[in-house]
Structure formats: structure tokens, C-alpha cells
């Protein structure tokens, strides 16, 4: 059975971080793009941040220079470290393993970031 598993999520004021992390089992992520997807309230989901099997990273522009996405193949895991956190990066963040071929992506349950003063 595949399991995403975030975590790390919570309420930060403006200006402040947060690190999500989202574990994977039952799944080889070593081989997978990893992604970070976020949901604002009314918005639809939206690319945040991805990670190929080559550790090739790449942002959506709102998040260029504030955000970083790494991995760590040994442990499984795929991180999120958030810097200078806005009020509009509030939103359900939801950590994405992309399929390899025909097969599918998987998804984790997502958790809630809220950055307000």
C-alpha cells in the first residue's frame, strides 16, 4: 500500500518558515519527480515546487527564492523548507509522486499551512 505522509504544517506569522515533509512508503521515491501542490480556499490546486529523480528543482514564480524543495532518497522523504512566508502561501499543501510510466501518481492527504498575523 502507498502512503504520502506530510507533515509539518501549522500557522506562522508573515515574514516566518515552516518545513514540510512528506515521508513515502511503498513507493521508491529515488526514481520519482517529487512535487509540492497547494490549495488555497476557493483557488484551484497549483504547482508549487518540484524535484526530478536528478534532483533538478524547480518553482512556481510566486515562490522563486523563498521556498526550497529537497530530497533525501535514503530516508524516502521530500522536504519543503518555506522562508518568508506571505499570507497568500495559505492553503492545504499536498506532497505529489509523480507516475512512471503508464503507471500513476500518488498523493498524500495534505496538510494545512495558515501564515496570518
Known amino acids: 500500500q502507498v502512503q504520502l505522509v506530510e507533515s509539518g504544517g501549522g500557522l506562522a506569522q508573515p515574514g516566518g518558515s515552516l518545513r514540510l515533509s512528506c515521508a513515502a512508503s511503498?513507493?521508491?521515491?529515488?526514481?520519482?519527480?517529487m512535487k509540492w501542490y497547494r490549495q488555497a480556499p476557493g483557488k484551484e490546486r497549483e504547482l508549487v515546487a518540484a524535484?526530478?529523480?536528478?534532483?533538478?528543482?524547480n518553482y512556481a514564480d510566486s515562490v522563486k527564492g523563498r521556498f526550497t524543495i529537497s530530497r533525501d532518497n535514503a530516508k524516502n522523504t521530500v522536504s519543503l523548507e518555506m522562508n518568508t512566508l506571505k499570507p497568500e502561501d495559505t492553503g492545504v499543501y499536498y506532497c505529489n509522486a509523480e507516475r512512471v510510466g503508464p503507471g500513476e501518481d500518488f498523493w498524500g492527504q495534505g496538510t494545512q499551512v495558515t501564515v496570518s498575523a
Open positions: 524535484i526530478t529523480s536528478s534532483s533538478i528543482s
Open positions: 511503498g513507493i521508491i521515491i529515488r526514481i520519482r519527480t
